[in-house]
């Protein structure tokens, strides 16, 4: 059960941060229709209300709107080397608000395994639990 009880710590943890990430900066910046939505998520984690699969699936759907707006401002840019104009690498260029979108998509993705860590754990301890009750 200690297992148990650190992975949701952990997932308490992740979710403050993604709550700070939403509220300072993701929700302004996000169109009215999709503003709700963040809100939403906001408030759940608030309330400590994320360690449950609706949660988790409304999280990855935010995800998916959120990876949208960071590819929406990410272009890309090619880098030569000094010696060879021919080889090179692409860099993203993003903007301020890709860029800030680009944070709170690292962290959500955090948070998302997270809650899925502390699910299948508890899962795991009921299922071993009917095992030895058999």
């Given at each position: 059960m200690d297992v148990i009880s650190e992975l949701v710590a952990d997932a308490?943890?992740?979710?403050?941060?993604?709550?700070?990430?939403?509220?300072?900066?993701?929700?302004?910046?996000?169109?009215?229709?999709?503003?709700?939505?963040?809100?939403?998520i906001s408030r759940r984690i608030a309330n400590r209300e994320i360690v449950n699969e609706a949660f988790l699936r409304d999280l990855e759907a935010?995800?998916?709107?959120?990876?949208?707006?960071?590819?929406?401002?990410?272009?890309?840019?090619?880098?030569?080397?000094?010696?060879?104009p021919d080889c090179g690498y692409a860099i993203p260029v993003r903007t301020d608000r890709a860029a800030a979108f680009r944070i709170l998509l690292d962290e959500m993705v955090d948070l998302a395994t997270a809650v899925e860590a502390a699910?299948?754990?508890?899962?795991?301890y009921t299922v071993a639990n009917a095992l030895f009750e058999k």
């Open positions: 308490l943890r992740q979710a403050r941060l993604v709550r700070k990430c939403l509220d300072a900066k993701a929700i302004p910046l996000l169109d009215p229709r999709r503003r709700m939505f963040a809100v939403d935010f995800i998916v709107l959120v990876g949208d707006e960071v590819d929406e401002g990410t272009s890309f840019a090619w880098r030569g080397h000094e010696h060879d699910l299948d754990a508890a899962e795991a």
